[in-house]
């Protein structure tokens, strides 16, 4: 038995590692929050993002995922919240007047609290459709259905783990002061880029099948 949670363990932390890699709306949304709020902002909205997980770990554990994915009600209210979400982030950053980095500090002259930032991450991850999908394939297909509670509690402690850890690298390299620098010359031009990006992504989701 042990040898097949270690398969099962194998399989989703292979199919975690991609699903880090390929763009989405968590990239999109740290590359904004380290460009334009800087280091802090960008770490407590890795944070956000990683505790998002959670939402998607307890209801597949639950077995409310396997409703989920049965009810295309449910799954679309998610899906179009999720879309609603990202849009209303594109049009916010479509309305920003850019960044301007102070020359004696290198900070932002922008503001966010803690919680703010933890919050959009968290929300951006929880109402994602992708993270949706790929949890409920993972708890549905890959991981047995009588595998162990606690085992499949470890599982997703893993991914939480693993999904906070590799956003808050990618916040260190992005909210370094000679990329910050890099990107404020463009100014309102990188807000305006990650503003259509986010409006797009959001279509994408509202009329993904």
């Known amino acids: ?21 390929s763009p989405g709306p968590d990239f999109a949304m740290i590359v904004k929050q380290s460009i334009t709020y800087g280091k ?4 407590f909205t890795s944070i956000g993002i990683g505790l998002g997980i959670s939402v998607h770990i307890i209801y597949s554990i639950l077995g409310i995922g396997l ?6 009600i449910l799954f679309n209210i998610i899906k ?24 004696k500090d290198k900070s932002t002259n922008k503001e966010i609290s803690d919680l703010k930032s933890f919050t ?25 259905i009588n595998t162990p509670l ?18 808050i690298f990618v916040s260190l390299i992005l909210s370094h002061s000679k990329v910050r620098n890099f990107f404020s010359k463009f100014g309102v031009w990188f807000d305006r880029t990650v503003g259509f990006v986010l409006i797009g992504l959001g279509l994408k989701v509202a009329f993904s099948k």
């Open 150 to 167: 606690y085992i499949q509690s470890l599982y997703g402690l893993f991914c939480i783990l693993a999904t906070t850890v590799w956003f």
């Open 67 to 72: 409703i989920i994915s049965k009810s295309i």
């Open 40 to 43: 802090r902002s960008s770490i």
């Open 1 to 21: 038995m042990e040898a097949l949670y270690l398969h099962q363990f194998f399989i989703l932390a292979a199919a975690m590692f991609i699903a880090l890699l």
């Open 80 to 103: 179009y919240l999720g879309a609603a979400y990202l849009i209303y982030l594109g049009i916010q950053s479509l309305k920003s007047k850019g960044i301007k980095l102070d020359n």
């Open 120 to 144: 959009s991450g968290f929300l951006c991850n929880a109402l994602n459709p992708k993270a949706t999908l790929f949890f409920l394939s993972m708890f549905t297909v890959v991981i047995n």
